[in-house]
């Protein structure tokens, strides 16, 4: 392939936050949103036709006796730590980085366009899409690393892009702290990443995704059965990285910075926390997964951090008011899905069952949950608020927003036909294939989230209207956020009948996407139930959902304060480490590293003092002195003849 066209997928996104962070003050805000757009548009074709020719091209580069390759369109030496251990910089083309190339411009296009109407009134227009387009190029970067270091340099600047959209508004209080809460949170889980990549790399001596995956035996002989703690230094390895994507993808006990992040601007939370950003994590793990396949401990830990993590975002969705928020515990929820199906996948297991379906969820949760936070933003736009409880009977009002918004909450409570229902259901067989239990666990949380889901659907577009539509009448957004909502509702309906696993393959080869019609039956009835149990108490306005608040009062206000994970953060943070730590550490610089500088520099000030006399200027005084160090000069030497 000519390498012209990935380097212009990374280059054109670059160049237009570079032109739009140093120029876009001189230019008008049209000016400003079309060159993001035009620029992001251009993205958007190139990556296509990348993936496309990739995928249907049949190029004998491509594909080879039936089997998809793997290709490092370009590669080029940056560092050299030895002659063997080398960082390269390049451009990796295979069935999960081109399905990565589709998802992340799809989506940051659907995002430009419908920025531009969503944030046409707002200061620092011409900023925010800068700020877009740095994050376009981050996470692209990301995706076509050839080697774990180059993903970690990438890694890094999404971190950095996700803190200044995250803090876009920087006048407000909240978006600094959610915006610092975020980078931090995020740079504890990194630095877990680094260790296990240096430690990785250590022993397999190569950064290079392609001859790590291609030979994972080699990779667990390499560290020649070495172990820490009981563990293998592989499994420690995996797991550190494994806490890198944690961050990313806001597993708990590190979940705690993504509801905040809902500060920032509704068009970012549908980019970074819900389509892109949050995935990188489970992208992380799909990369190196031959790799984790050798270690089951590793894949064990995976599994029990994503189900108790889906279980936990799922029942804190249920009692949470703001309606973008709902979508973020969601959004945990769902990317813990993807994690537990890839933990419970085995070697020979349904020949990948659970890779495959997580990767199919990746892209199917993308789309949908993309047009949920942009249907989100069209509500906040109507209303000016981001609580339902200000909402109410908006379907009147917004029929656009109400059928997309439909669609996709349709879509992530797995109902057939539409995306999420092929996706799910393909997860939730993997699991039950590996033990029963997380088969039960996981469906047990699919219909939770049809619940949550729904009760937000019913008291935004069915409860009684609020009656402060009577002096500002809520309507549709303009066309620029409604385009991307009706062309995401219509992916969302069509995209599980993609041949997904024939194009996505499983270890280079096609894997066929089925429904068990077990699983599937079963799933179905729980989210019917979910969604039956959802119009039943919220439909209308009746006593029913507070007299179940009042009937558990003390689960229902732990679950709206996210079970008190920021008031624990809290207390370790002020009481334990400021107050205990930091306060010791501060008395023992201040009373014995300063006081010890401290007295250097007043010995050093009174000797200084006393001999400054030495420095007169005259030069009867220079001739005594030089006298006397003769003299003492001549009675040493005379001393040590002796």
Request: glycine share 8%.
């Amino acid at each position: 392939m000519d390498i012209t066209l990935p380097i212009l997928i990374l280059a054109i996104p670059i160049s237009m936050f570079l032109i739009l962070g140093i120029g876009g003050v001189k230019m008008s805000r049209k000016t400003a949103g079309v060159l993001g757009i035009l620029g992001m548009g251009t993205t958007l074709t190139l990556a296509y036709t990348v993936a496309f020719t990739y995928f249907f091209s049949g190029d004998p580069a491509f594909i080879v006796d039936g089997v998809r390759q793997q290709l490092q369109v370009f590669d080029v030496t940056w560092l050299a730590f030895t002659d063997t251990l080398v960082v390269h910089l390049g451009f990796l083309l295979d069935p999960i980085s081109a399905m990565m190339l589709v998802v992340i411009t799809t989506i940051s296009f659907m995002v430009h366009l419908y920025s531009w109407g969503y944030m046409e009134h707002e200061p620092g227009f011409q900023r925010y899409y800068s700020f877009l387009s740095l994050f376009s190029f981050s996470m692209l970067g990301l995706v076509v690393a050839t080697n774990i270091f180059q993903m970690y340099i990438f890694w890094e600047l999404v971190g950095v892009s996700s803190y200044l959209l995250i803090g876009f508004f920087y006048k407000l209080p909240s978006a600094v702290s959610a915006s610092k809460k975020a980078f931090i949170v995020t740079r504890f889980a990194d630095l877990g990443f680094l260790i296990g990549i240096l430690l990785l790399s250590f022993y397999t001596d190569t950064f290079n995704f392609m001859e790590l995956t291609h030979n994972p035996e080699g990779v667990l002989a390499s560290t020649g059965g070495a172990t820490f703690m009981g563990a293998s230094v592989l499994t420690w390895a995996l797991v550190l990285i494994y806490v890198g994507g944690m961050g990313k993808s806001a597993m708990m006990p590190l979940h705690i910075w993504l509801p905040d992040a809902m500060e920032g601007p509704t068009p970012v939370s549908a980019l970074i926390h819900a389509a892109t950003m949050v995935v990188a994590g489970v992208y992380l793990v799909a990369r190196m997964f031959p790799v984790y396949l050798m270690e089951e401990t590793a894949l064990l830990f995976i599994t029990c951090v994503g189900a108790i993590t889906a279980f936990y975002a799922a029942v804190v969705a249920c009692c949470q008011i703001d309606i973008k928020r709902i979508l973020a515990f969601s959004t945990i929820s769902q990317i813990a899905f993807m994690m537990v199906a890839l933990g419970v996948t085995r070697p020979g297991l349904h020949d990948g069952m659970g890779y495959m379906s997580s990767m199919f969820h990746l892209f199917t949760h993308a789309m949908f949950k993309a047009l949920l936070f942009l249907g989100a933003g069209a509500l906040i736009h109507a209303v000016h608020s981001n609580n339902y409880t200000e909402m109410g009977g908006l379907r009147k009002y917004m029929p656009i927003t109400h059928w997309t918004f439909l669609i996709g909450c349709l879509a992530i409570a797995g109902i057939w036909p539409f995306a999420g229902f092929f996706s799910k259901d393909e997860m939730l067989t993997a699991m039950f294939a590996n033990n029963w239990i997380w088969g039960a666990w996981m469906t047990m949380v699919a219909g939770l989230t049809a619940f949550y889901m729904f009760r937000m659907y019913f008291m935004v577009f069915w409860w009684e209207e609020n009656p402060h539509y009577k002096e500002h009448k809520p309507h549709d957004a303009p066309w620029q956020m409604s385009v991307p909502l009706i062309f995401l509702a219509a992916v969302s309906c069509v995209s599980g009948f993609i041949p997904f696993g024939e194009l996505v393959t499983w270890n280079r080869l096609p894997y066929h996407i089925h429904i068990d019609p077990q699983v599937a039956t079963t799933s179905l009835i729980i989210a019917a139930f979910g969604i039956g149990l959802a119009a039943w108490l919220f439909m209308k306005r009746n006593h029913k959902p507070a007299a179940m608040k009042n009937a558990m009062p003390g689960l229902w206000k732990a679950a709206n304060r996210r079970f008190y994970w920021d008031e624990f953060y809290m207390f370790v943070t002020h009481k334990i480490i400021f107050n205990i730590f930091c306060r010791s550490i501060a008395w023992f610089d201040r009373h014995v590293i300063d006081a010890t500088m401290d007295g250097f520099a007043k010995v050093t000030q009174k000797t200084s003092v006393a001999v400054k006399g030495m420095q007169s200027g005259s030069i009867q005084a220079y001739v005594v002195w030089y006298f006397l160090g003769a003299v003492a000069v001549a009675a040493i030497t005379w001393i040590c003849l002796l």
